[in-house]
């Protein structure tokens, strides 16, 4: 348990922020099963899947480097 005032507020401050990026990990890595469970070959649901995975990295989610290969696995079942 922290004593110093500043201390208390960071961990407020840290429970919130988590509560909110689980929202997030949360909604990207269904999504993303969604679309490889189905392996759709619809382009609208690529789309989706480019900006869900965007958004995950705009937020610090996962890294750019994970992204791509996403965006890239994503694309070549839509090619087969």
């Not at 919130?16 to 099963?33: A, D």
């Not at 619809?42 to 990295?57: F, G, H, P, R, T």
């Not at 610090?60 to 994970?66: D, P």
Request: aromatic share 6%; proline share 1%.
């Amino acid at each position: 348990m922290p004593i110093i005032k500043s201390a208390k507020k960071k961990q407020r401050k840290d429970i919130k922020k988590t509560k909110i990026n689980q929202k997030y990990i949360k909604s990207y890595k269904s999504s993303l099963k969604k679309f490889f469970k189905k392996r759709s070959t619809n382009k609208e649901q690529l789309k989706k899947i480019y900006s869900v995975i965007d958004k995950a990295v705009k937020k610090n989610i996962i890294h750019k480097n994970k992204a791509s290969r996403l965006k890239s696995r994503a694309a070549k079942l839509i090619k087969k």
